[in-house]
C-alpha cells in the first residue's frame, strides 16, 4: 500500500512565495515520475508540473518562470516552489504519483489529499 503525505499550504500574500513538499512511503519498488496538479472552484484538475526519476521536468505555461519542482529520489519526496503568486494560482492543490510497487505492477493513478493555496491580499 501507498501513502503520499503533503504539506506547505497556506494563506500568501500576492507576490509572495509558498513551498509544497510531497513524501511517498509504503511498498515502493521504483517511483517513475512525481507531479503536482491543482484544482481550483468549478474548474477540472489540470497538470502543473511533472519530473522524471532522471530529473526530466515538464510544466504548466501558466506557472513556468515562477514554479519549480525538485525532487529527493532518495527520500522519496517531490516539492513544489511557487513564487510570485497571482490570484489565479488560488485552488487545492494535488501530489500525483506513478510508482511499480513489484517488478509487474505500476499504477499512475496514486494522490496526495491536497493542500489548499490561496493567494489574497
Known amino acids: 500500500q501507498v501513502q503520499l503525505v503533503e504539506s506547505g499550504g497556506g494563506l500568501v500574500q500576492p507576490g509572495g512565495s509558498l513551498r509544497l513538499s510531497c513524501a511517498a512511503s509504503g511498498s515502493i519498488f521504483s517511483i517513475y515520475a512525481m507531479g503536482w496538479y491543482r484544482q481550483a472552484p468549478g474548474n477540472q484538475r489540470e497538470l502543473i508540473a511533472i519530473?522524471?526519476?532522471?530529473?526530466?521536468?515538464t510544466y504548466a505555461d501558466s506557472v513556468k518562470g515562477r514554479f519549480t519542482i525538485t525532487r529527493d529520489n532518495a527520500k522519496n519526496t517531490v516539492s513544489l516552489q511557487m513564487s510570485s503568486l497571482k490570484p489565479e494560482d488560488t485552488a487545492v492543490y494535488y501530489c500525483?504519483?506513478?510508482?511499480?510497487?513489484?517488478?509487474?505492477?505500476?499504477?499512475?493513478?496514486?494522490w496526495g489529499q491536497g493542500t489548499q493555496v490561496t493567494v489574497s491580499s
Open positions: 500525483n504519483a506513478d510508482i511499480r510497487t513489484t517488478l509487474l505492477v505500476r499504477k499512475n493513478d496514486y
Open positions: 519530473i522524471t526519476s532522471g530529473g526530466s521536468t
